[in-house]
């Protein structure tokens, strides 16, 4: 299966303006209940800023950096996948990758974020599913 089921009946993508503050970046995190977010400008991803780079930026530049925009401190060039990629090999990238969020563009437009959470949740709900239609297709032997 691809990115785009795991896509599938989900709201708005969260998203950063480059002139964001760091501060007001952690406190949409917390209230959304998010980890990170795409930075955009002009429809384009500019980067992902997450809960990693806070820590960065905290660590480089103490509480100054609250006040910096988080294009100061975001990944950049984002890594990111198409809907048409199979899930595992989203999980493959972000696992060699070391990176927990990926935008999923069409083009160069944004359709969806996916976490590794989502795409290893997704996996597991499949998983179960084929075991149990297993057991079904067993006991009815």
Known sequence: ????VVLRGRGETVTLSPDLSVADAVRLFAERRIG???VMEGGRVLGVFSERDVIHCLAARGAEAL?????EGMTA???TVTPDQPVIAALSLMTR???RHLPVLDGERLVGFVSIGDLVK???DRIEA????MRDY???A
């Open 1 to 4: 299966m691809t990115v785009a």
């Open 36 to 38: 990170a977010a795409p």
């Open 67 to 71: 006040s910096l925009p988080v294009t």
């Open 77 to 79: 060039p984002a890594i």
């Open 97 to 99: 990758r070391r990176i």
């Open 122 to 124: 997704y996996r597991m």
């Open 130 to 133: 084929e075991a149990a239609a």
């Open 138 to 140: 067993i006991a009815g």
